[in-house]
T-cell receptor
Framework: GDSVTQMEGPVTLSEEACLTI???????????LFWYVQYPGEGLQLLLK?????DKGSNKGFEATYRKETTSFHLEKGSVQVSDSAVYFC???????????????FGQGTILTVHP | GAGVSQSPSNKVTEKGKDVELRCDPI?????LYWYRQSLGQGLEFLIY????????KSGLPSDRFSAERTGGSVSTLTIQRTQQEDSAVYLC????????????FGPGTRLTVT
């Protein structure tokens, strides 16, 4: 079945440091890929997405590129801020034969803490 | 506009009791999803509804779990004879259509089974 593997956390960085959170996936079809973020005390919200190979999703200074050859969707940011402290989830949604299966399969989540 | 709402926000119940969790999706969204977030299992899909199609129940962990969606809007997740391993945060999400359209998540219901 489908699965998503994220780098082990938690991750602690100083403000303005570079961030990479690794994400790899296994899927039987052709998935869409997502990064969701959960800020302290808030609900899950979509950060960015990519629906086909070589697409780059970007939002709030974060980027991730859909790499089909390496089945990866690593999250990157060049300069993190204290306000980026949150839990980040990589996820996929399977599409096969033109049919969307709807459900999201999530990675385990990576806790990011950014210090001033 | 209003987002996805869930009630109650917290529920404490005794082992063996039944519980009902409610989700109000964003108006006009045709797809509705239930997920469970627990320390040991992370975020797991439970069930989704899409329009008038039969729901995808493939993620329900046992026959103690059931869900319905009335009138294509409000959904109720019911857990019968609750067990301690059912303790988790239950999240509801809705989307305009099935993924890859963005799923909008509610704040969750924290269920504690004592």
């Amino acid at each position: 079945g489908d699965s998503v593997t994220q780098m082990e956390g938690p991750v602690t960085l100083s403000e303005e440091a570079c961030l990479t959170i690794n994400c790899t996936y296994t899927a039987t079809g052709y998935p869409s890929l997502f990064w969701y973020v959960q800020y302290p005390g808030e609900g899950l919200q979509l950060l960015l997405k990519a629906t086909k190979a070589d697409d780059k999703g970007s939002n709030k200074g974060f980027e991730a590129t859909y790499r089909k050859e390496t089945t990866s969707f690593h999250l990157e940011k060049g300069s993190v801020q204290v306000s980026d402290s949150a839990v980040y989830f990589c996820a996929l949604s399977e599409i096969a034969g033109g049919t969307s299966y709807g459900k999201l399969t999530f990675g385990q989540g990576t806790i990011l803490t950014v210090h001033p | 506009g209003a987002g996805v709402s869930q009630s109650p926000s917290n529920k404490v119940t005794e082992k063996g009791k039944d519980v009902e969790l409610r989700c109000d999706p964003i108006s006009g969204h045709t797809a509705l999803y239930w997920y469970r977030q627990s320390l040991g299992q992370g975020l797991e899909f439970l069930i989704y509804f899409q329009g008038n199609s039969a729901p995808d129940k493939s993620g329900l962990p046992s026959d103690r779990f059931s869900a319905e969606r009335t009138g294509g809007s409000v959904s109720t997740l019911t857990i019968q004879r609750t067990q301690q391993e059912d303790s988790a945060v239950y999240l509801c999400a809705s989307s305009l259509y099935l993924s890859p359209y963005e799923q909008y998540f509610g704040p969750g219901t924290r269920l504690t089974v004592t």
